[in-house]
C-alpha cells in the first residue's frame, strides 16, 4: 500500500506566547528608556551644535527599531518563529544604535567638541 504525499502546507513553528509576552515587556521597558535618554538630552539647556546630530541621528533610527519590533511583537503572528526573530533581530539592531548614539555623546562631552 503506498501512502500518497500530504497536500497541506508543513504547520508553521510557534513560540509560546508567554516567552512572545515576556520579551515584549523587555522591548517595552528598553524602548521607553531609550525615549527617556533622549527626552533628558532634547531638556538640557546647553546650547545644541551641528556635532550633536552625529549623536541624535543613531538614537533616533534606534528608538525607531525599537517601537517598530514593539508593533510587530504585539501582532498575532509574531507566535510564528520567523515573525518573533524578524522583530527580536530589529530590536537588536534599535538597541546598538541607541547605544552607539549614547557612546558617540559621551564621546563628544569627553572631547569637548562643540
Not at 527617556?36 to 538630552?41: E, V
Amino acid at each position: 500500500m503506498t501512502r500518497e504525499p500530504s497536500t497541506e502546507p508543513p504547520p508553521e513553528h510557534r513560540i509560546d506566547s508567554t516567552f512572545r509576552n515576556g520579551s515584549m515587556t523587555v522591548v517595552g521597558v528598553l524602548a521607553a528608556f531609550s525615549l527617556g535618554i533622549l527626552q533628558q538630552w532634547t531638556d538640557d539647556p546647553t546650547p545644541w551644535h551641528w556635532v550633536d546630530v552625529v549623536a541624535v541621528v543613531p538614537m533616533v533610527l534606534g528608538i525607531v527599531m525599537q517601537l517598530r519590533s514593539l508593533k510587530w511583537l504585539l501582532q498575532a503572528d509574531s507566535l510564528v518563529y520567523g515573525n518573533y526573530r524578524r522583530a527580536i533581530r530589529q530590536f537588536l539592531w534599535g538597541l546598538g544604535f541607541v547605544a552607539a548614539g549614547v557612546m558617540v555623546g559621551v564621546l563628544q562631552d569627553a572631547l569637548n567638541l562643540q
